[in-house]
């Protein structure tokens, strides 16, 4: 059986593609070894299109009568600082309960990942998983603990999410209508505030 160069050619190709795939899958996969835990700020960041919460701290999502909570359980990046990782944990409740220990509702642990980019120039990827999953809410994640008011490739503006950082550690605190939570959406004006989280709900910064 003769081959042509066009067949040849072809194999080569078929072969090429396929070391590329496997490669890609794996990296996709598999963390890299020189992981380092990122030191765990204490203290909320309030931006325009995100809010950052400490690990093990809850940031509640709202949508109308719907609610969600989101709990980062780990951070990590690479040495150089351009991959990040991080584990979470959400429940979310549309019943208008806002009571994540009832039976409805619905209990996430996940992985996050924004991997250093394969490829050179404009033929880089990113293959990471970005975005946070709860329930219906997908919300953007960049690294640590920020969560956005949007989901990842969605036009920054406000879509009607809410969030609120919050102290609680433990599911069972949670109290979506508590007088101390503060919630905030998506506001292209406001100043960039950092709130020590012990300080959070200090009486000067929820009566103002």
Not at 77 to 88: D, E, I, L, P, V
Not at 102 to 126: Q, T
Request: include cysteine.
């Amino acid at each position: 059986m003769k081959f042509s160069v066009l067949n040849i050619l072809s194999i080569l190709g078929m072969v090429i593609m396929a070391i590329i795939i496997i490669v890609i899958v794996l990296h996709i996969r598999s963390k890299p070894w020189d992981l380092i835990e990122i030191q765990d700020r204490q203290e909320v960041i309030i931006g325009q299109n995100a809010v950052f919460v400490p690990l093990n701290r809850f940031i509640l999502v709202r949508s109308k009568s719907v609610y969600g909570a989101v709990k980062f359980t780990g951070a990590w990046s690479t040495k150089n600082g351009k991959g990040k990782y991080a584990n979470y944990e959400s429940y979310y409740q549309d019943d208008g309960t806002g009571d994540f220990k009832n039976d409805n509702a619905v209990y996430r642990i996940d992985e996050l990942s924004d991997p250093e980019l394969i490829g050179i120039g404009r033929f880089a990827l990113n293959l990471g998983h970005t975005d946070i999953e709860c329930g219906k809410f997908r919300l953007q994640w960049t690294g640590a603990g920020f969560i956005y008011f949007y989901g990842t490739g969605e036009r920054q503006a406000d879509c009607g999410v809410e969030l609120a950082p919050t102290i609680w550690t433990d599911v069972s605190q949670i109290n979506v209508f508590d007088k101390w939570i503060k919630w905030y959406n998506y506001d292209e004006n406001r100043h960039r505030r950092i709130i020590p989280i012990d300080s959070l709900w200090s009486d000067s910064l929820v009566l103002r």
